[in-house]
Protein backbone atom coordinates (compact mmCIF):
# COMPACT_ATOMS: atom_id res chain seq x y z
CA UNK A 1 0.00 0.00 0.00
CA UNK A 2 1.45 3.53 -0.98
CA UNK A 3 1.65 5.94 1.95
CA UNK A 4 -0.63 8.82 1.64
CA UNK A 5 0.50 11.91 0.37
CA UNK A 6 -0.26 15.76 1.23
CA UNK A 7 -3.57 17.22 -0.83
CA UNK A 8 -2.71 19.48 -3.91
CA UNK A 9 -4.25 22.84 -3.42
CA UNK A 10 -5.23 24.70 -6.34
CA UNK A 11 -4.12 28.09 -7.55
CA UNK A 12 -6.33 31.66 -7.02
CA UNK A 13 -6.86 31.12 -9.86
CA UNK A 14 -8.33 27.54 -10.92
CA UNK A 15 -9.72 27.45 -7.11
CA UNK A 16 -13.69 28.50 -8.07
CA UNK A 17 -13.95 26.34 -10.42
CA UNK A 18 -11.76 23.30 -8.04
CA UNK A 19 -13.90 24.25 -5.19
CA UNK A 20 -17.24 23.51 -7.44
CA UNK A 21 -16.31 20.30 -8.66
CA UNK A 22 -14.66 18.56 -5.42
CA UNK A 23 -17.82 19.64 -3.55
CA UNK A 24 -19.94 18.25 -6.52
CA UNK A 25 -17.45 15.20 -7.06
CA UNK A 26 -17.63 14.38 -2.84
CA UNK A 27 -21.82 14.63 -2.76
CA UNK A 28 -21.70 12.36 -5.40
CA UNK A 29 -19.77 10.32 -4.05
CA UNK A 30 -20.93 9.87 -0.45
CA UNK A 31 -24.63 9.07 -2.08
CA UNK A 32 -22.95 6.15 -4.19
CA UNK A 33 -21.65 4.71 -0.61
CA UNK A 34 -25.61 4.90 0.62
CA UNK A 35 -27.03 3.77 -2.02
CA UNK A 36 -24.39 0.66 -1.57
CA UNK A 37 -25.10 0.41 2.06
CA UNK A 38 -28.55 0.61 1.74
CA UNK A 39 -28.66 -1.91 -1.09
CA UNK A 40 -26.20 -4.70 0.03
CA UNK A 41 -27.15 -7.47 1.81
CA UNK A 42 -25.18 -9.60 4.45
CA UNK A 43 -22.94 -6.97 5.13
CA UNK A 44 -20.18 -7.51 8.16
CA UNK A 45 -20.85 -5.39 10.92
CA UNK A 46 -16.96 -4.09 10.08
CA UNK A 47 -17.79 -3.61 6.52
CA UNK A 48 -21.19 -1.38 7.20
CA UNK A 49 -19.11 0.58 9.48
CA UNK A 50 -15.80 0.89 6.79
CA UNK A 51 -18.53 2.03 4.38
CA UNK A 52 -19.79 4.54 6.63
CA UNK A 53 -16.91 5.92 7.12
CA UNK A 54 -15.46 6.49 3.98
CA UNK A 55 -19.14 9.11 3.24
CA UNK A 56 -18.33 10.56 6.70
CA UNK A 57 -14.23 10.86 4.84
CA UNK A 58 -15.51 12.27 1.25
CA UNK A 59 -17.97 15.07 3.38
CA UNK A 60 -15.55 15.96 5.66
CA UNK A 61 -13.20 16.61 2.85
CA UNK A 62 -15.42 18.54 1.19
CA UNK A 63 -16.72 20.18 3.89
CA UNK A 64 -13.55 20.78 5.88
CA UNK A 65 -11.76 22.68 3.46
CA UNK A 66 -14.97 24.75 2.58
CA UNK A 67 -15.43 26.22 6.25
CA UNK A 68 -11.12 27.03 5.88
CA UNK A 69 -11.96 28.77 2.34
CA UNK A 70 -14.79 30.55 3.32
CA UNK A 71 -12.58 32.36 5.81
CA UNK A 72 -9.49 32.68 3.60
CA UNK A 73 -9.65 33.04 0.27
CA UNK A 74 -9.18 36.70 -0.86
CA UNK A 75 -11.44 35.94 -3.87
CA UNK A 76 -14.90 36.48 -2.84
CA UNK A 77 -16.34 34.19 -5.34
CA UNK A 78 -14.21 31.58 -3.55
CA UNK A 79 -15.47 32.20 -0.67
CA UNK A 80 -19.39 32.31 -1.90
CA UNK A 81 -18.79 29.03 -3.78
CA UNK A 82 -17.48 27.45 -0.30
CA UNK A 83 -20.04 29.15 1.86
CA UNK A 84 -22.05 27.05 -0.78
CA UNK A 85 -20.50 23.97 -0.21
CA UNK A 86 -20.89 23.87 3.41
CA UNK A 87 -24.40 24.28 3.11
CA UNK A 88 -24.65 21.50 1.11
CA UNK A 89 -22.71 19.15 2.92
CA UNK A 90 -24.90 20.02 6.47
CA UNK A 91 -27.82 19.73 3.82
CA UNK A 92 -26.67 15.72 3.00
CA UNK A 93 -25.54 15.04 6.62
CA UNK A 94 -29.29 15.88 7.99
CA UNK A 95 -30.93 13.71 5.27
CA UNK A 96 -28.48 11.07 5.57
CA UNK A 97 -29.45 10.52 9.71
CA UNK A 98 -32.76 11.27 8.87
CA UNK A 99 -32.95 8.08 6.17
CA UNK A 100 -34.71 5.09 8.01
CA UNK A 101 -33.49 2.77 5.80
CA UNK A 102 -29.99 3.83 6.29
CA UNK A 103 -30.25 3.93 10.04
CA UNK A 104 -32.20 0.19 9.95
CA UNK A 105 -28.42 -0.74 8.52
CA UNK A 106 -26.78 0.26 11.36
CA UNK A 107 -29.56 -0.60 14.13
CA UNK A 108 -29.40 -4.23 12.54
CA UNK A 109 -25.22 -4.69 13.09
CA UNK A 110 -24.57 -6.83 15.78
CA UNK A 111 -22.23 -5.11 17.20
CA UNK A 112 -20.75 -7.90 19.89
CA UNK A 113 -17.78 -9.42 17.43
CA UNK A 114 -16.53 -6.20 17.15
CA UNK A 115 -13.11 -4.19 18.18
CA UNK A 116 -13.60 -1.76 21.17
CA UNK A 117 -12.86 1.36 18.97
CA UNK A 118 -15.71 -0.24 16.13
CA UNK A 119 -17.93 -1.12 18.22
CA UNK A 120 -17.24 2.58 19.67
CA UNK A 121 -18.14 3.50 15.77
CA UNK A 122 -21.27 1.80 15.86
CA UNK A 123 -22.54 3.17 19.27
CA UNK A 124 -21.81 6.98 18.04
CA UNK A 125 -23.37 6.78 14.93
CA UNK A 126 -26.88 5.28 16.36
CA UNK A 127 -26.53 8.16 18.99
CA UNK A 128 -25.81 10.72 15.61
CA UNK A 129 -29.19 9.13 14.19
CA UNK A 130 -31.15 9.31 16.86
CA UNK A 131 -29.89 12.99 18.01
CA UNK A 132 -30.81 14.11 14.48
CA UNK A 133 -34.42 12.65 14.97
CA UNK A 134 -33.99 10.02 12.88
CA UNK A 135 -36.91 7.42 14.74
CA UNK A 136 -39.26 10.69 14.66
CA UNK A 137 -42.30 10.67 12.09
CA UNK A 138 -42.22 12.31 8.51
CA UNK A 139 -43.50 15.66 9.61
CA UNK A 140 -41.06 15.87 12.26
CA UNK A 141 -38.06 15.26 9.78
CA UNK A 142 -39.01 17.06 7.21
CA UNK A 143 -39.12 20.19 10.04
CA UNK A 144 -35.97 19.32 11.22
CA UNK A 145 -34.05 19.49 8.05
CA UNK A 146 -35.76 22.73 7.88
CA UNK A 147 -34.38 23.97 10.78
CA UNK A 148 -30.83 22.70 9.96
CA UNK A 149 -30.44 24.03 6.59
CA UNK A 150 -32.31 27.59 8.45
CA UNK A 151 -29.05 27.57 11.41
CA UNK A 152 -26.13 26.54 8.76
CA UNK A 153 -27.43 29.83 6.94
CA UNK A 154 -27.67 31.51 10.24
CA UNK A 155 -24.77 30.65 11.47
CA UNK A 156 -22.66 32.01 8.27
CA UNK A 157 -25.01 35.33 8.23
CA UNK A 158 -23.95 35.84 11.51
CA UNK A 159 -20.38 35.54 11.10
CA UNK A 160 -20.36 37.52 8.48
CA UNK A 161 -22.17 40.32 9.84
CA UNK A 162 -19.32 40.20 12.31
CA UNK A 163 -16.76 39.37 9.89
CA UNK A 164 -17.67 42.69 7.55
CA UNK A 165 -18.90 45.12 9.98
CA UNK A 166 -15.17 46.79 10.60
CA UNK A 167 -15.97 50.19 12.22
CA UNK A 168 -13.52 52.52 12.43
CA UNK A 169 -12.72 55.54 14.82
CA UNK A 170 -10.74 58.43 13.10
CA UNK A 171 -8.74 60.72 15.62
CA UNK A 172 -6.14 63.15 15.64
CA UNK A 173 -2.69 61.62 16.00
CA UNK A 174 -1.76 63.61 19.38
CA UNK A 175 -4.38 61.79 21.24
CA UNK A 176 -2.94 58.30 20.42
CA UNK A 177 -0.19 59.10 22.64
CA UNK A 178 1.01 56.02 24.68
CA UNK A 179 0.64 53.62 21.66
CA UNK A 180 4.29 52.13 20.32
CA UNK A 181 6.03 53.96 18.47
CA UNK A 182 5.88 50.83 15.32
CA UNK A 183 2.21 51.13 15.47
CA UNK A 184 2.16 54.72 14.67
CA UNK A 185 4.38 54.43 12.62
CA UNK A 186 2.16 51.67 10.71
CA UNK A 187 -1.12 54.51 10.75
CA UNK A 188 0.42 57.55 8.78
CA UNK A 189 -2.43 60.58 8.86
CA UNK A 190 -4.83 60.68 6.07
CA UNK A 191 -5.78 63.68 3.98
CA UNK A 192 -7.39 65.13 6.91
CA UNK A 193 -5.01 64.55 9.29
CA UNK A 194 -6.63 62.13 10.90
CA UNK A 195 -4.86 58.57 11.80
CA UNK A 196 -8.03 55.73 11.72
CA UNK A 197 -8.39 53.11 13.96
CA UNK A 198 -10.54 50.09 12.86
CA UNK A 199 -12.11 47.66 15.36
CA UNK A 200 -9.62 44.39 13.98
CA UNK A 201 -7.55 42.98 16.55
CA UNK A 202 -4.67 44.62 15.33
CA UNK A 203 -5.75 47.94 16.00
CA UNK A 204 -8.06 48.03 18.78
CA UNK A 205 -5.75 45.61 21.25
CA UNK A 206 -3.27 47.54 21.51
CA UNK A 207 -5.15 51.05 21.23
CA UNK A 208 -7.73 50.51 24.49
CA UNK A 209 -4.95 48.83 26.09
CA UNK A 210 -2.16 52.07 25.80
CA UNK A 211 -3.99 55.20 24.50
CA UNK A 212 -4.12 57.26 27.25
CA UNK A 213 -6.78 59.42 26.05
CA UNK A 214 -9.56 58.41 28.02
CA UNK A 215 -12.85 59.37 25.43
CA UNK A 216 -10.13 57.88 22.42
CA UNK A 217 -10.69 54.46 24.76
CA UNK A 218 -14.59 55.21 25.14
CA UNK A 219 -14.85 55.55 21.59
CA UNK A 220 -13.25 52.13 20.47
CA UNK A 221 -15.00 50.28 22.85
CA UNK A 222 -18.19 52.13 21.36
CA UNK A 223 -17.08 51.19 18.22
CA UNK A 224 -15.83 47.36 18.89
CA UNK A 225 -18.74 47.09 21.35
CA UNK A 226 -21.52 47.81 18.61
CA UNK A 227 -20.07 45.38 16.32
CA UNK A 228 -22.97 43.21 14.12
CA UNK A 229 -25.58 45.15 16.23
CA UNK A 230 -28.31 46.01 15.46
CA UNK A 231 -27.98 42.94 12.43
CA UNK A 232 -27.38 40.64 14.61
CA UNK A 233 -29.85 40.99 17.00
CA UNK A 234 -33.10 39.38 15.37
CA UNK A 235 -30.88 36.84 13.96
CA UNK A 236 -29.35 35.53 17.17
CA UNK A 237 -33.36 35.45 18.82
CA UNK A 238 -34.01 33.36 15.58
CA UNK A 239 -31.33 31.54 16.07
CA UNK A 240 -31.57 30.31 19.93
CA UNK A 241 -35.43 29.91 18.98
CA UNK A 242 -34.86 27.25 16.03
CA UNK A 243 -31.63 25.04 18.45
CA UNK A 244 -34.32 25.12 20.99
CA UNK A 245 -37.29 24.00 19.11
CA UNK A 246 -34.69 21.29 17.42
CA UNK A 247 -33.59 19.97 20.77
CA UNK A 248 -37.88 19.33 21.62
CA UNK A 249 -37.92 17.62 18.63
CA UNK A 250 -35.51 15.13 19.33
CA UNK A 251 -36.70 14.83 22.90
CA UNK A 252 -34.51 17.17 24.91
CA UNK A 253 -35.72 19.94 27.51
CA UNK A 254 -33.59 22.43 25.73
CA UNK A 255 -31.07 23.25 23.35
CA UNK A 256 -27.98 22.98 25.96
CA UNK A 257 -29.41 19.58 27.00
CA UNK A 258 -29.26 18.30 23.80
CA UNK A 259 -25.70 19.60 23.71
CA UNK A 260 -23.89 18.48 27.22
CA UNK A 261 -25.74 14.90 26.41
CA UNK A 262 -22.45 14.77 24.08
CA UNK A 263 -19.64 16.35 26.24
CA UNK A 264 -17.79 15.53 29.05
CA UNK A 265 -19.88 17.75 31.63
CA UNK A 266 -22.96 15.17 30.59
CA UNK A 267 -26.02 17.65 31.57
CA UNK A 268 -27.41 21.00 30.56
CA UNK A 269 -28.31 21.69 34.17
CA UNK A 270 -24.75 21.21 35.34
CA UNK A 271 -23.84 24.13 33.54
CA UNK A 272 -24.59 27.03 35.47
CA UNK A 273 -23.67 25.08 38.08
CA UNK A 274 -20.33 24.82 36.82
CA UNK A 275 -20.50 28.18 36.31
CA UNK A 276 -21.47 29.41 39.98
CA UNK A 277 -18.86 27.18 41.30
CA UNK A 278 -16.17 29.06 39.21
CA UNK A 279 -17.66 32.30 40.07
CA UNK A 280 -17.66 31.72 43.49
CA UNK A 281 -14.04 30.24 43.59
CA UNK A 282 -13.12 33.63 41.91
CA UNK A 283 -15.17 36.21 43.63
CA UNK A 284 -11.95 36.57 46.36
CA UNK A 285 -9.34 36.96 44.25
CA UNK A 286 -11.50 39.06 41.94
CA UNK A 287 -12.25 41.56 44.83
CA UNK A 288 -8.86 41.82 45.29
CA UNK A 289 -7.79 42.84 42.62
CA UNK A 290 -10.52 44.92 41.45
CA UNK A 291 -9.55 46.99 44.53
CA UNK A 292 -5.99 47.37 43.08
CA UNK A 293 -7.50 48.64 39.49
CA UNK A 294 -10.19 51.09 41.01
CA UNK A 295 -7.41 52.96 43.48
CA UNK A 296 -5.57 53.29 40.36
CA UNK A 297 -8.35 54.73 38.44
CA UNK A 298 -9.42 57.11 41.16
CA UNK A 299 -5.72 58.77 41.38
CA UNK A 300 -6.70 59.62 37.47
CA UNK A 301 -10.40 59.66 37.49
CA UNK A 302 -10.94 60.63 41.91
CA UNK A 303 -14.74 60.73 40.91
CA UNK A 304 -14.64 56.98 39.60
CA UNK A 305 -16.71 54.58 41.02
CA UNK A 306 -16.08 51.32 38.98
CA UNK A 307 -14.29 50.24 36.00
CA UNK A 308 -16.24 49.47 32.40
CA UNK A 309 -15.00 48.65 29.17
CA UNK A 310 -13.46 51.93 28.56
CA UNK A 311 -10.68 51.29 30.91
CA UNK A 312 -10.84 47.63 32.20
CA UNK A 313 -7.48 46.53 29.43
CA UNK A 314 -6.40 50.24 30.14
CA UNK A 315 -5.49 49.84 33.99
CA UNK A 316 -5.26 45.84 34.33
CA UNK A 317 -2.20 46.67 31.16
CA UNK A 318 -1.06 50.01 33.77
CA UNK A 319 -1.08 48.08 37.26
CA UNK A 320 1.12 45.48 35.76
CA UNK A 321 3.39 47.83 34.11
CA UNK A 322 3.40 49.97 37.36
CA UNK A 323 3.24 47.21 40.44
CA UNK A 324 5.21 44.10 38.63
CA UNK A 325 7.41 46.30 36.45
CA UNK A 326 6.53 44.52 33.17
CA UNK A 327 6.33 47.07 30.31
CA UNK A 328 4.70 45.01 27.50
CA UNK A 329 6.10 47.91 24.94
CA UNK A 330 10.27 46.03 26.62
CA UNK A 331 8.65 42.78 26.21
CA UNK A 332 7.37 42.71 22.80
CA UNK A 333 11.33 43.54 21.53
CA UNK A 334 12.36 39.69 22.40
CA UNK A 335 9.68 38.58 20.50
CA UNK A 336 10.19 39.15 16.63
CA UNK A 337 7.72 37.67 15.04
CA UNK A 338 9.93 35.11 12.87
CA UNK A 339 11.56 34.24 16.02
CA UNK A 340 8.69 33.15 17.82
CA UNK A 341 7.62 30.81 14.40
CA UNK A 342 10.84 29.15 14.58
CA UNK A 343 10.72 29.19 18.19
CA UNK A 344 7.08 27.25 18.17
CA UNK A 345 8.15 24.77 15.86
CA UNK A 346 11.34 23.75 17.65
CA UNK A 347 9.44 23.72 21.16
CA UNK A 348 6.94 21.83 20.06
CA UNK A 349 8.62 19.50 17.91
CA UNK A 350 11.42 18.88 20.35
CA UNK A 351 7.64 18.05 22.67
CA UNK A 352 6.09 15.94 20.72
CA UNK A 353 9.04 14.63 19.01
CA UNK A 354 8.26 15.85 15.75
CA UNK A 355 10.47 17.75 12.62
CA UNK A 356 8.57 20.34 10.67
CA UNK A 357 10.13 20.41 7.04
CA UNK A 358 9.06 23.63 4.89
CA UNK A 359 7.23 23.15 1.76
CA UNK A 360 7.95 26.35 -0.04
CA UNK A 361 6.94 25.33 -3.52
CA UNK A 362 3.09 24.16 -2.26
CA UNK A 363 0.06 25.85 -3.25
CA UNK A 364 -1.43 28.06 -0.73
CA UNK A 365 -4.18 30.82 -1.11
CA UNK A 366 -2.10 33.40 -0.32
CA UNK A 367 1.83 34.50 -0.26
CA UNK A 368 1.47 34.52 3.52
CA UNK A 369 0.93 31.17 4.02
CA UNK A 370 3.94 28.94 5.29
CA UNK A 371 3.40 25.74 4.34
CA UNK A 372 5.46 22.09 7.16
CA UNK A 373 5.09 18.86 6.15
CA UNK A 374 4.98 17.06 9.93
CA UNK A 375 7.84 14.27 10.36
CA UNK A 376 7.33 11.68 13.36
CA UNK A 377 11.04 11.40 14.78
CA UNK A 378 12.05 7.61 15.63
CA UNK A 379 13.53 9.05 18.57
CA UNK A 380 14.19 12.13 20.63
CA UNK A 381 18.23 12.56 18.96
CA UNK A 382 15.80 13.10 15.86
CA UNK A 383 18.29 10.55 13.64
CA UNK A 384 16.48 8.96 10.78
CA UNK A 385 13.76 10.07 7.88
CA UNK A 386 11.05 10.04 10.55
CA UNK A 387 7.79 9.49 9.03
CA UNK A 388 5.80 11.83 7.28
CA UNK A 389 2.41 12.27 9.29
CA UNK A 390 0.53 15.45 8.13
CA UNK A 391 1.15 18.76 6.65
CA UNK A 392 0.13 22.41 8.18
CA UNK A 393 -0.45 25.58 6.71
CA UNK A 394 0.17 29.43 8.78
CA UNK A 395 -1.70 31.66 7.81
CA UNK A 396 -0.78 34.31 10.97
CA UNK A 397 -1.19 37.88 9.19
CA UNK A 398 -4.51 40.25 9.13
CA UNK A 399 -5.99 41.06 5.56
CA UNK A 400 -8.87 42.14 4.07
CA UNK A 401 -12.16 39.66 3.79
CA UNK A 402 -10.34 37.04 6.09
CA UNK A 403 -11.43 35.35 9.18
CA UNK A 404 -10.73 38.41 12.35
CA UNK A 405 -10.23 35.78 15.41
CA UNK A 406 -7.61 32.89 16.04
CA UNK A 407 -8.57 29.07 15.10
CA UNK A 408 -7.28 26.07 13.66
CA UNK A 409 -8.58 24.84 10.55
CA UNK A 410 -9.13 21.59 9.01
CA UNK A 411 -8.02 20.97 5.40
CA UNK A 412 -8.13 17.20 5.73
CA UNK A 413 -9.03 14.70 8.40
CA UNK A 414 -6.16 11.86 8.98
CA UNK A 415 -7.27 8.15 8.55
CA UNK A 416 -4.02 6.11 9.30
CA UNK A 417 -3.16 4.57 5.86
CA UNK A 418 -5.53 6.40 3.78
CA UNK A 419 -5.12 10.11 4.20
CA UNK A 420 -2.72 12.44 5.81
CA UNK A 421 -4.06 14.84 8.89
CA UNK A 422 -3.59 18.12 7.17
CA UNK A 423 -4.90 21.50 8.86
CA UNK A 424 -4.21 25.37 9.17
CA UNK A 425 -3.84 28.00 11.87
CA UNK A 426 -5.80 31.24 10.71
CA UNK A 427 -4.80 33.66 13.24
CA UNK A 428 -4.46 37.93 12.96
CA UNK A 429 -0.84 38.91 14.50
CA UNK A 430 1.77 41.83 13.57
CA UNK A 431 3.92 41.16 11.38
CA UNK A 432 6.94 42.54 13.31
CA UNK A 433 7.10 42.67 17.45
CA UNK A 434 4.48 39.84 18.82
CA UNK A 435 2.75 40.86 22.16
CA UNK A 436 3.60 37.74 24.50
CA UNK A 437 -0.42 37.58 24.34
CA UNK A 438 -0.07 36.93 20.85
CA UNK A 439 3.12 34.83 21.71
CA UNK A 440 0.32 32.56 24.18
CA UNK A 441 -2.26 32.62 21.57
CA UNK A 442 -0.21 30.87 19.08
CA UNK A 443 0.95 28.23 21.25
CA UNK A 444 -2.60 27.71 21.94
CA UNK A 445 -3.76 27.59 18.45
CA UNK A 446 -0.75 25.19 17.36
CA UNK A 447 -2.15 22.96 20.19
CA UNK A 448 -5.05 22.07 18.09
CA UNK A 449 -2.85 21.47 14.98
CA UNK A 450 -0.82 19.47 16.54
CA UNK A 451 -3.72 17.38 18.34
CA UNK A 452 -5.18 17.21 15.00
CA UNK A 453 -2.19 15.65 13.68
CA UNK A 454 -1.29 13.38 16.21
CA UNK A 455 -4.61 12.39 16.37
CA UNK A 456 -5.06 11.93 12.92
CA UNK A 457 -3.76 8.87 12.55
CA UNK A 458 -6.80 6.80 13.70
CA UNK A 459 -8.86 4.20 12.14
CA UNK A 460 -12.11 6.06 11.42
CA UNK A 461 -12.99 9.70 10.52
CA UNK A 462 -15.49 9.88 13.06
CA UNK A 463 -12.58 9.71 16.00
CA UNK A 464 -10.30 11.74 13.85
CA UNK A 465 -7.71 13.93 15.53
CA UNK A 466 -9.95 16.57 17.61
CA UNK A 467 -13.16 15.06 16.98
CA UNK A 468 -13.21 14.31 21.10
CA UNK A 469 -15.35 16.13 23.42
CA UNK A 470 -15.91 19.28 22.67
CA UNK A 471 -15.61 20.61 26.32
CA UNK A 472 -12.29 18.99 26.42
CA UNK A 473 -10.74 19.92 23.01
CA UNK A 474 -9.17 23.56 24.54
CA UNK A 475 -7.58 21.31 27.25
CA UNK A 476 -4.69 20.45 25.16
CA UNK A 477 -4.08 24.02 23.63
CA UNK A 478 -4.40 25.52 26.89
CA UNK A 479 -2.00 23.37 28.60
CA UNK A 480 0.37 24.07 25.87
CA UNK A 481 0.65 27.80 26.86
CA UNK A 482 2.87 27.19 29.60
CA UNK A 483 5.15 26.24 27.64
CA UNK A 484 5.46 29.91 26.46
CA UNK A 485 5.26 31.01 30.12
CA UNK A 486 8.36 29.10 30.90
CA UNK A 487 11.70 30.91 31.24
CA UNK A 488 13.91 28.05 29.96
CA UNK A 489 11.78 27.58 27.39
CA UNK A 490 11.48 31.47 26.33
CA UNK A 491 14.98 31.66 26.06
CA UNK A 492 15.82 29.31 23.47
CA UNK A 493 13.71 31.77 20.77
CA UNK A 494 13.05 35.17 22.52
CA UNK A 495 15.56 37.55 21.83
CA UNK A 496 15.71 41.40 20.78
CA UNK A 497 17.61 43.13 18.07
CA UNK A 498 20.71 42.54 19.98
CA UNK A 499 20.44 39.46 20.33
CA UNK A 500 20.01 38.97 24.15
CA UNK A 501 17.73 36.41 25.22
CA UNK A 502 14.53 37.65 27.21
CA UNK A 503 15.86 37.83 31.00
CA UNK A 504 14.67 35.07 33.06
CA UNK A 505 13.80 37.79 36.42
CA UNK A 506 11.37 39.19 33.39
CA UNK A 507 9.67 36.28 32.46
CA UNK A 508 8.88 35.89 36.24
CA UNK A 509 7.57 39.36 36.48
CA UNK A 510 5.43 38.86 33.81
CA UNK A 511 4.17 35.66 35.08
CA UNK A 512 2.99 37.35 37.94
CA UNK A 513 1.29 40.49 36.28
CA UNK A 514 -0.06 37.72 34.74
CA UNK A 515 -1.16 36.26 37.87
CA UNK A 516 -2.74 39.80 38.51
CA UNK A 517 -6.43 39.56 37.70
CA UNK A 518 -6.93 35.99 36.97
CA UNK A 519 -10.05 36.00 39.43
CA UNK A 520 -11.09 38.76 37.32
CA UNK A 521 -11.16 36.94 34.08
CA UNK A 522 -12.69 33.88 35.31
CA UNK A 523 -15.59 36.01 36.08
CA UNK A 524 -15.46 37.36 32.76
CA UNK A 525 -15.33 34.28 31.30
CA UNK A 526 -18.68 33.18 33.55
CA UNK A 527 -20.19 36.07 32.19
CA UNK A 528 -19.78 34.73 28.50
CA UNK A 529 -20.36 31.69 29.53
CA UNK A 530 -23.84 32.47 31.13
CA UNK A 531 -24.57 34.90 28.26
CA UNK A 532 -24.50 31.68 26.25
CA UNK A 533 -26.03 29.15 28.40
CA UNK A 534 -29.36 31.45 29.32
CA UNK A 535 -29.54 33.10 25.98
CA UNK A 536 -30.61 29.53 24.74
CA UNK A 537 -32.52 28.43 28.08
CA UNK A 538 -34.30 31.38 28.87
CA UNK A 539 -34.11 32.81 25.05
CA UNK A 540 -35.24 36.62 26.59
CA UNK A 541 -37.14 38.57 24.19
CA UNK A 542 -34.20 41.62 24.78
CA UNK A 543 -30.87 40.14 24.34
CA UNK A 544 -29.60 43.43 25.80
CA UNK A 545 -31.40 43.27 28.54
CA UNK A 546 -30.50 39.95 29.71
CA UNK A 547 -26.62 40.79 28.90
CA UNK A 548 -27.07 43.83 30.86
CA UNK A 549 -28.39 41.36 34.22
CA UNK A 550 -25.67 38.72 33.38
CA UNK A 551 -22.60 41.02 33.59
CA UNK A 552 -23.68 42.85 36.74
CA UNK A 553 -24.38 39.58 38.01
CA UNK A 554 -21.17 37.96 36.98
CA UNK A 555 -18.47 40.39 35.18
CA UNK A 556 -16.35 42.52 37.48
CA UNK A 557 -16.76 45.35 34.78
CA UNK A 558 -20.20 47.41 34.54
CA UNK A 559 -22.41 47.08 31.72
CA UNK A 560 -21.23 50.49 29.09
CA UNK A 561 -24.38 51.54 27.95
CA UNK A 562 -25.41 52.02 23.95
CA UNK A 563 -23.30 48.67 23.45
CA UNK A 564 -24.71 45.09 22.40
CA UNK A 565 -21.31 43.12 22.90
CA UNK A 566 -23.51 39.97 22.18
CA UNK A 567 -24.16 41.00 18.42
CA UNK A 568 -20.48 40.24 17.65
CA UNK A 569 -19.67 37.29 20.30
CA UNK A 570 -18.87 34.94 17.68
CA UNK A 571 -19.15 32.03 19.93
CA UNK A 572 -23.13 32.16 20.16
CA UNK A 573 -22.44 30.54 16.83
CA UNK A 574 -20.05 27.84 17.03
CA UNK A 575 -20.19 27.18 20.69
CA UNK A 576 -23.71 27.69 21.22
CA UNK A 577 -25.00 27.23 24.65
CA UNK A 578 -21.24 25.82 25.73
CA UNK A 579 -18.88 28.31 26.23
CA UNK A 580 -18.30 26.99 29.71
CA UNK A 581 -16.25 24.79 28.09
CA UNK A 582 -12.93 27.52 27.86
CA UNK A 583 -12.73 27.05 31.85
CA UNK A 584 -14.31 23.28 31.80
CA UNK A 585 -11.08 22.76 29.72
CA UNK A 586 -8.95 24.77 31.72
CA UNK A 587 -9.96 22.80 35.09
CA UNK A 588 -8.93 19.58 32.99
CA UNK A 589 -5.53 21.72 31.61
CA UNK A 590 -4.21 22.59 35.20
CA UNK A 591 -4.80 18.96 36.33
CA UNK A 592 -2.55 17.46 33.25
CA UNK A 593 -0.18 20.35 33.60
CA UNK A 594 0.15 18.67 37.24
CA UNK A 595 1.90 15.93 35.78
CA UNK A 596 4.84 17.92 34.49
CA UNK A 597 7.82 18.93 36.19
CA UNK A 598 7.68 22.25 36.62
CA UNK A 599 11.66 22.50 36.32
CA UNK A 600 12.26 19.69 33.39
CA UNK A 601 8.89 20.86 30.93
CA UNK A 602 10.56 18.56 28.36
CA UNK A 603 10.86 15.42 30.44
CA UNK A 604 10.84 12.92 27.60
CA UNK A 605 8.67 10.15 29.49
CA UNK A 606 6.49 12.52 30.42
CA UNK A 607 5.86 14.20 27.12
CA UNK A 608 5.58 10.78 25.39
CA UNK A 609 2.81 9.26 27.77
CA UNK A 610 0.81 12.66 27.41
CA UNK A 611 1.85 12.59 23.71
CA UNK A 612 0.35 8.77 23.20
CA UNK A 613 -2.48 8.65 25.86
CA UNK A 614 -3.87 11.99 25.27
CA UNK A 615 -3.16 13.33 21.87
CA UNK A 616 -2.97 10.48 19.81
CA UNK A 617 -5.98 8.35 20.28
CA UNK A 618 -8.18 11.17 19.11
CA UNK A 619 -11.34 10.62 19.87
CA UNK A 620 -11.34 6.75 19.96
CA UNK A 621 -11.86 6.90 23.68
CA UNK A 622 -13.98 9.08 26.18
CA UNK A 623 -12.00 12.13 27.29
CA UNK A 624 -12.22 11.35 30.86
CA UNK A 625 -10.81 8.12 30.20
CA UNK A 626 -7.83 9.40 28.41
CA UNK A 627 -7.27 11.94 31.19
CA UNK A 628 -7.16 9.14 33.58
CA UNK A 629 -4.86 7.10 31.53
CA UNK A 630 -2.36 9.97 31.34
CA UNK A 631 -2.77 10.97 35.12
CA UNK A 632 -3.01 7.04 36.43
CA UNK A 633 -6.22 8.48 38.40
CA UNK A 634 -9.96 10.79 37.68
CA UNK A 635 -9.48 14.51 37.08
CA UNK A 636 -9.78 16.72 39.57
CA UNK A 637 -10.83 20.43 40.50
CA UNK A 638 -7.82 20.12 42.30
CA UNK A 639 -4.84 21.74 40.78
CA UNK A 640 -7.48 24.56 39.08
CA UNK A 641 -8.52 25.64 42.53
CA UNK A 642 -4.73 25.87 43.18
CA UNK A 643 -4.09 27.99 40.55
CA UNK A 644 -6.84 30.03 41.66
CA UNK A 645 -5.72 30.57 44.93
CA UNK A 646 -2.86 31.34 44.35
ZN1 LIG B 1 -8.66 26.91 21.34
Known amino acids: MTPPVPLQLPTNDEALGWVEARTADGLARAREV ?49 EQAEIEVDKLLTELKQDRALYEVFAAADGTGLDPVAGRLLDKTLEDFRRAGVDRDDATRARLAEINERLTALDQEFSRNIRDDVRCVRVAPERLAGLPQDWLDEHPVDEDGLVAVSTDYPDTVPARMFV ?8 LAQAFLGQGWPQNDALLKEMFDLRHELAGLVGYD ?7 AVKMIGSGPAIPEFIDRIAEAAEKPMRRDLEVLLARLQRDVPEAEALDATNSSYYEELVRKEQHDVDSQLVRTYFPFESVRQGLLEVTGRLFGLRYDPVPDATTWHEDVAVYD ?8 GAGEGELIGRIYLDLFPREGKYKHAAQFTIA ?9 EGALVCNFNRGLMEHDHVVTLF ?15 PYTRFSGVATEWDFVEAPSQMLEEWAWDADILQSFARNAAGEPIPADLVERMRAADDFGKGIQARQQMFYASMSYWFHTERPADLTAKTVELQERYSPFHYLDGTHMFASFGHLGGYSSAYYTYMWSLVIAKDLFSAFDPDDLFDAQVAGRYRDRVLAPGGTKDAADLVADFLGRPY ?3 AYAAWLAR
Not at 212 to 219: G, I, P, Q
Request: glycine share 10%.
Open 212 to 219: HDAEVRAD
Open 413 to 421: GGVGGRQLP
Open 34 to 82: VAGLKSAEGLEPLDVLRRWDEVSLVLSNVGALASLLSNVHPVEAVRTAS
Open 444 to 458: HEFGHLVHHVLGGQA
Open 254 to 260: DWASYDA
Open 636 to 638: TFD
Open 374 to 381: VHRLEDAD
